[in-house]
């Protein structure tokens, strides 16, 4: 289930950003952004990652949620004036593994987000579902510069 809260923070980051890009006042803004997600149930984690979302991050995000476990589409998305409301599915990328249904809503402005999400699926047959969130705010207007290597 701890594997469910990259996919989470994923949908959450992309959401705002999905936006029509002809209105660029309705997109997240570019920046340093702090995110806190947490697993609701059927158990409860928390973890909170530091992001940095580039302008380059924001137009990638408009393709649709997703991340580097797992491969999301969302037939089912409305983000519009401060809302967010998106329904689909999603299926690991490696290993293999039966599909999760993801639903979520939530709201939005250009600098903070927070969107609460359900998902369902199936573990050696079994049902197993769940809730899960994320509250996100912008942090800085610019990342902080990279460690040297």
Sequence with gaps: ??????????????????????????????????????????????????????????????????????????????????????AGTCVKRKGGGGKIKVAGEGAYTQTSFNITATIATEIAGIPLSGRASTEARRIADSCPTPPPV
């Design 1 to 86: 289930m701890k594997a469910i809260l990259p996919l989470l923070a994923a949908a959450a980051l992309a959401a705002p950003a999905a936006a029509q890009p002809s209105q660029p006042d309705s997109t997240i803004l570019p920046g340093y952004w702090e995110s806190t997600n947490r697993l609701l149930s059927p158990i409860r984690t928390s973890k909170v990652e530091r992001r940095c979302i580039t302008p380059a991050d924001v137009e990638k995000f408009l393709a649709g949620p997703s991340n580097r476990h797992y491969d999301c589409s969302y037939p089912s998305k409305v983000i519009d004036n401060g809302v967010i409301r998106m």
